[in-house]
């Protein structure tokens, strides 16, 4: 890569570091909410999943706006509303200001991956994507980790207010080096019409393509993402008796596990692709694995679950695969959009699915130390196990599908 390649992607480096942070430290600070705050764990639940909503609801016309502007003013806006949400979550005094400061930090880390894949799309060869897009979303274990066994060290130190405000800090520093680094997009002649633009989104969804590989990346993205965030360090907790040290680094281990696979798979994707291996044979195993994996945990198979907790993060690099393989499907000028509207259903079907959990343990007496039923939890996840199949068994059902409307496709590209 070239120097002046890194230096466009290095923002982009940076702002999902700052995402994880955010949407994995409730998982770490959950005992200190629940305390301070007297929270349930449907209420534990609806206010850590709003990061889903407002990073869910950001991203339609965080798309419009990344096709028409380019990223750079995108991601300046974003950080700076992320920050202001970690200060309104740090100075809340109930439930109401958690909830508000929760959703302003989603919106403002709605574009901490799409932007750098618009930017991948706008500066780099589209046969580059798939590793960028990889390297993109490794990043994010970075964040991830960062946000449980470090944190857990700072919070010996200082609370968990002060580490809220250190990231809201990054997040300003993040926004200062993308002023200064990210170029200013290249401009059309003629600007395309915004109404044009919004539009060309309902055609996306209503594409063939679309309507076949958005449910199954959704599915699997949601069951991970609400594990990943905050249920399975309770399921550690209830289930194997784990303490909150080992609780943070287990889910550090998750995360470490995330980042390698997204790692490894943008190295070996090309390589796999010359033994005749595509993309999307290549995420269909791995996505395959990851369901297997939760159903050996619900299974009970191992006495401590966390090896098979890492296989599924390992295996989340399938998933985000799917983004790179269905961007392929519209013309270049549709990527801010594609991306964002198959990323707002796994941002919303994850804010449902963390919630709903939350719900299903709710429904089961809480035991004396605070512990959740072990009846519950298992329900839980073999719900989100059955989301999975029956997302699988539908993308091979729909292969008819997977034949773009051409015409429909370039008056998309004609009109956006």
Request: a positive charge; charged letters at 10%; proline letters at 5%.
């Amino acid at each position: 890569m070239t120097p002046f390649g890194f230096a466009i992607l290095l923002p982009f480096l940076l702002t999902p570091i700052a995402s994880f942070l955010f949407r994995m430290v409730n998982a770490t600070i959950a005992p200190d909410l629940i305390a301070e705050f007297n929270l349930g764990p449907a209420e534990l639940g609806f206010v850590t999943s709003l990061y889903f909503i407002g990073f869910g609801l950001a991203q339609l016309p965080m798309g419009v706006l990344l096709d028409r502007f380019g990223p750079r003013p995108v991601v300046l806006a974003l950080q700076i509303i992320g920050a202001t949400g970690g200060m309104w979550f740090v100075l809340a005094d109930g439930q109401t200001g958690l909830l508000l400061g929760r959703f302003l930090i989603g919106v403002g880390m709605a574009g901490s991956v799409m932007a750098g894949l618009k930017a991948a799309n706008i500066w780099f060869d589209r046969s580059r994507v798939p590793a960028i897009n990889a390297l993109l979303f490794g990043m994010t274990g970075v964040g991830g980790m960062l946000a449980t066994g470090p944190l857990m060290l700072l919070l010996k130190v200082i609370d968990w207010r002060s580490a809220l405000l250190l990231i809201s800090a990054y997040c300003c520093l993040v926004a200062l080096i993308a002023a200064v680094l990210i170029p200013g997009a290249p401009r059309p002649a003629v600007q395309p019409r915004l109404g044009a633009q919004i539009a060309a989104i309902g055609r996306i969804y209503a594409s063939g393509p679309f309507l076949r590989y958005a449910p199954l990346t959704v599915a699997v993205i949601a069951a991970y993402s609400a594990y990943q965030s905050l249920w399975v360090v309770v399921w550690l907790r209830d289930i194997e008796g784990a303490g909150r040290d080992v609780q943070a680094w287990s889910l550090f281990a998750m995360m470490a596990a995330m980042m390698t696979g997204n790692f490894v798979f943008g190295a070996v994707n090309a390589r796999l692709a010359r033994h005749g291996v595509t993309t999307l044979q290549a995420a269909l195993a791995i996505m395959a694995a990851m369901i297997g994996a939760q159903s050996l945990i619900l299974l009970g198979i191992l006495p401590f679950s966390l090896p098979l907790w890492c296989v599924a993060g390992f295996c989340a690099s399938g998933p985000i695969a799917m983004f790179a393989v269905l961007s392929t499907r519209f013309p270049a000028d549709l990527a801010g959009r594609s991306n964002t509207a198959l990323n707002l259903l796994g941002f919303l079907a994850g804010f449902f699915l963390q919630s709903g959990i939350g719900l299903i343990l709710d429904q089961f007496p809480v035991a004396a130390d605070g512990g959740y039923s072990a009846e519950g939890h298992r329900i839980a996840l073999g719900m989100t196990i059955s989301i999975q199949i029956a997302a699988f068994a539908w993308f091979f059902l729909a292969k008819g599908l997977d034949r773009p409307d051409r015409a429909t496709l370039t008056e998309a590209k004609d009109e956006a």
